[in-house]
Nanobody, 131 residues
Framework: QLQLVESGGGLVQPGGSLRLSCVAS????????IGWFRQAPGKEREGVSC????????VYADSVKGRFTISRDNAKNEMYLEMNSLTPEDTGVYYC????????????????????????WGQGTQVTVSS
C-alpha cells in the first residue's frame, strides 16, 4: 500500500523556521517526482516546490524562492521541506506528493509543479505563522 506521512508542522512566529518531513512506504521515492504543496483557507491548493525523479533542478513558487529548500533522501525514503523567514502568508496545510508518470518528470524540466500532475498524496500537516 502506497503511503506518505507528513510531520513537522506547527505554530511559528513570523521570521521563524520549520522543517517538514515526509516518509514514504510501500514504494521507492527514488523513481518518483516529488513535490510539496499547500492550501490556505479559502484558496486552491498550490505548488510550493518539486523535484523530478532524477533529482534535477528544483522548481519553486516565486513566493518561496530563497526561503524554502526541498530535498530528498532516497536511502531513507524521505523528503523534506526546509522553510525559513516564514510569513503569515505561508500559513496553510502542507502536503507532500509523488508521481511516477514520465509526463510529470518532463513537465518539471520546464518548471511545472502543479497538484493535478501528482497521484499519491499525504494527509497534510498544518503550518501556522502568527505572532
Amino acid at each position: 500500500q502506497l503511503q506518505l506521512v507528513e510531520s513537522g508542522g506547527g505554530l511559528v512566529q513570523p521570521g521563524g523556521s520549520l522543517r517538514l518531513s515526509c516518509v514514504a512506504s510501500g514504494f521507492s521515492l527514488a523513481n518518483s517526482a516529488i513535490g510539496w504543496f499547500r492550501q490556505a483557507p479559502g484558496k486552491e491548493r498550490e505548488g510550493v516546490s518539486c523535484i523530478n525523479s532524477r533529482d534535477g533542478p528544483r522548481v519553486y513558487a516565486d513566493s518561496v524562492k530563497g526561503r524554502f529548500t526541498i530535498s530528498r533522501d532516497n536511502a531513507k525514503n524521505e523528503m523534506y521541506l526546509e522553510m525559513n523567514s516564514l510569513t503569515p502568508e505561508d500559513t496553510g496545510v502542507y502536503y507532500c506528493a509523488t508521481d511516477r508518470k514520465k509526463e510529470t518528470d518532463l513537465l518539471l524540466r520546464i518548471g511545472r509543479c502543479r497538484p493535478g500532475d501528482y497521484d499519491n498524496w499525504g494527509q497534510g500537516t498544518q503550518v501556522t505563522v502568527s505572532s
